[in-house]
């Protein structure tokens, strides 16, 4: 595998919109079943915050599920405020996705407003693939995610609950501070669940003990919606 990028196997993904009373629910459970995610903090060492940038075609082509692009999403990941950033090309097939992605110093961002990058950038790959795809930044969103871990049969496999998600329109690739944002999805919470091959054990216990009913969610879609990036489209699930 090329040494600047990452490629992360297909996992199924299964999707709940919630209250946020029953994401303190899912989140007392989490803590009781699963460890935090060793990259987080927060009083209970699982939480960190989530800033991406998403790219679109001039004519939405991504939003609009077009030919390729109804595939696959490219965004630009913060986390806190991290001198790091992840360029990352997410893969959605039914409901498994796969990743491809590449770390950056935040310094070097730039590069991407521009005709070209130098061939051993770790970004490089990225570059070539927006330029060809006509991609460039439409909006900026960001939440605050608790995240925990566990083992399973098929490995590991992941909770995630994200709250207070907001949007922001941009057109550039830069993570200013923000100026003016709007909410999205007003009084909900996303649950994610992760993980390989069936499903696994304990989240057989969750959906037991809990009635959730997967619902898709987009968080792209919605900003798209929220911010009326585009006239006349609906926000359908992904």
Same mark, same amino acid.
């Given at each position: 595998? @090329?040494?600047?990028?990452?490629?992360?196997?297909?996992?199924?993904?299964?999707?709940?919109?919630?209250?946020?009373?029953?994401?303190?629910?899912?989140?007392?459970?989490?803590?009781?079943?699963?460890?935090?995610?060793?990259?987080?903090?927060?009083?209970?060492? #699982?939480?960190?915050?989530?800033?991406? /940038?998403?790219?679109?075609?001039?004519?939405?082509?991504?939003?609009?599920?077009?030919?390729?692009? +109804?595939?696959?999403?490219?965004?630009?990941?913060?986390? +806190?405020?991290? #001198?790091? $950033?992840?360029?990352?090309?997410?893969?959605?097939?039914? @409901?498994?996705? +796969?990743? /491809?992605?590449?770390?950056?110093? !935040?310094?070097?961002?730039?590069?991407?407003?521009?005709?070209?990058?130098?061939? #051993?950038?770790? +970004?490089?790959?990225?570059?070539?693939?927006?330029?060809?795809?006509? /991609?460039?930044?439409?909006?900026?969103?960001?939440? %605050?995610?608790?995240?925990?871990?566990?083992?399973?049969?098929?490995?590991?496999?992941?909770?995630?609950?994200?709250?207070?998600?907001? !949007?922001?329109?941009?057109?550039?690739?830069?993570?200013?501070?923000?100026? %003016?944002?709007?909410?999205?999805?007003?009084?909900?919470?996303?649950?994610?669940?992760?993980?390989?091959?069936?499903?696994?054990?304990?989240?057989? %216990?969750?959906?037991?003990?809990?009635?959730?009913?997967?619902?898709?969610?987009?968080?792209?879609?919605?900003?798209? $919606?929220?911010?009326?990036?585009?006239?006349?489209?609906?926000? $359908?699930?992904?």
């Amino acid at each position: 595998m @090329d040494v600047h990028r990452e490629s992360r196997d297909f996992v199924r993904e299964m999707k709940f919109l919630i209250t946020p009373e029953r994401a303190a629910d899912m989140e007392s459970w989490a803590r009781a079943h699963m460890v935090p995610d060793p990259h987080a903090a927060g009083p209970a060492g #699982d939480e960190y915050q989530v800033t991406s /940038l998403y790219l679109d075609t001039p004519d939405f082509a991504v939003y609009s599920r077009r030919g390729s692009h +109804g595939r696959s999403k490219y965004r630009v990941r913060r986390y +806190g405020e991290s #001198d790091l $950033l992840f360029l990352e090309r997410k893969l959605k097939t039914g @409901d498994r996705v +796969g990743k /491809l992605r590449s770390l950056i110093p !935040a310094e070097t961002l730039p590069l991407l407003d521009h005709a070209g990058s130098p061939a #051993d950038w770790p +970004g490089h790959w990225f570059h070539k693939r927006v330029e060809v795809r006509q /991609l460039r930044p439409v909006c900026r969103i960001s939440y %605050q995610r608790m995240a925990r871990l566990a083992g399973s049969p098929s490995g590991p496999i992941r909770l995630t609950v994200d709250r207070a998600l907001s !949007a922001e329109p941009i057109a550039s690739y830069a993570f200013h501070p923000p100026v %003016q944002t709007t909410e999205l999805l007003p009084g909900q919470c996303v649950l994610e669940l992760k993980y390989r091959g069936e499903l696994p054990g304990l989240f057989k %216990q969750l959906l037991q003990e809990f009635p959730l009913r997967p619902q898709g969610s987009s968080k792209y879609r919605a900003a798209v $919606l929220a911010l009326e990036l585009t006239q006349g489209a609906l926000c $359908l699930s992904s």
